[in-house]
């Protein structure tokens, strides 16, 4: 190894850790405000990785149906549960939400792929068709069960990736695609050079830390994300409504692994169950930050993204279990510095 791959192995390595540095501070923000750890983070990396391909292929991906399904079982959900105080004002405020934001998002994804406006409306377009299965998705399989433990909400987390997956298998089928790159430009920096897509990862992922911190800091609805991340009892007693904070969270959630995915197709091919190990790396993160600092949950996903490039170059056979084994002596440290109880006694 010569300084030079040394460079090109830290600049691979950087990329893939702004992508798990957002996928992980996804996971702290939803442990964090529903105490559930989001298996299926990674396939909305999928999901919206895989959209914005196919919008910029000209095609109308299979998420513009599949948020019409999500969005129908979210209302069949909310009418069930409320069968006894409906009235025209409710069933028509869902309605709307639940049935009619979705019908709209795919007429307007038709109109949209028939114009094939460019690679920044399609991007606009992705979010846009990602990010409400998010909310949906917690009224069908949390927000039922949001008093559960921290146990019960795992499994739950896990059969919904499961199904997620085959989900995604059935919209998007077993065809990788990729996307062309966002930006074709290219800078030399000394021996390596840095493309557009590469800045535009750093951009972005940046772009977003600020806006989340601005977000969670300057504005009612992120502080009041904070007071349930922090006391969800307290946050009930003052007002704060835990079920909206949940779709809120898992709003943001969506975005940022659409936000990924769009990010990550220029440079690989996906697959409908590509995101679940993209996902585990930023769960990696997340669990060294320990489910609670967003910043020590961005420095490791770093840490994660140069383990992984370095591991790739000298074992490239062994570099997930490489990866994965980072989190080994946190996990023991923890486990000696931290005081256990039992859940059922607290």
């Given amino acids: ?33 529903t105490r559930v750890i989001f298996v299926p983070q990674g396939e909305f990396v999928a999901y919206g990785g895989l959209t914005f391909a196919l919008l910029e292929a000209g095609k109308l991906p299979g998420t513009a149906y599949m948020v019409v399904a999500f969005g129908a079982a979210a209302f069949a959900m909310e009418m069930v549960s409320r069968r006894r105080d409906l009235g025209l004002r409710v069933v028509a405020r869902e309605a709307a939400f639940k049935l009619g934001l979705p019908f709209a998002i795919l007429f307007l994804a038709k109109a949209i792929v028939a114009a094939q406006p460019g690679a920044a409306v399609n991007l606009l377009l992705t979010i846009a068709i990602v990010a409400p299965i998010g909310p949906y998705l917690y009224r069908v399989a949390f927000q039922p069960i949001a008093d559960a433990s921290v146990l019960v909400l795992l499994i739950t987390a896990v059969g919904v990736h499961l199904a997620m997956t085959g989900i995604g298998l059935v919209f998007f089928g077993a065809e990788g695609l990729r996307a062309p790159p966002l930006s074709s430009a290219v800078l030399p920096v000394g021996p390596i050079v840095v493309t557009g897509q590469n800045l535009g990862i750093y951009a972005i992922t940046a772009a977003l830390i600020v806006a989340l911190y601005l977000f969670f800091g300057r504005t009612i609805t992120g502080k009041a994300l904070r007071a349930t991340a922090i006391n969800r009892i307290g946050a009930r007693l003052v007002g704060i409504r835990l079920a909206l904070s949940g779709r809120i969270a898992f709003t943001l959630a969506a975005v940022i692994g659409a936000v990924s995915g769009v990010l990550i197709v220029p440079m690989t091919t996906l697959y409908y169950d590509t995101g679940f190990l993209v996902g585990l790396k930023g769960f990696v993160a997340a669990i060294i930050g320990g489910l609670v600092s967003y910043p020590l949950t961005a420095a490791a996903a770093l840490l994660v993204g140069v383990v992984e490039a370095f591991a790739s170059f000298h074992a490239s056979d062994w570099k997930e279990v490489i990866v994965f084994t980072l989190l080994l002596p946190v996990l023991l440290i923890r486990s000696w510095t931290d005081p256990h109880s039992d859940e059922e006694e607290e």
């Fill in 1 to 33: 190894m010569d300084s030079t791959i040394l460079l090109f192995l830290l600049q691979d390595g950087l990329t893939n850790g702004a992508i798990y540095a957002l996928l992980g501070l996804a996971l702290v923000l939803v442990f964090a405000v």
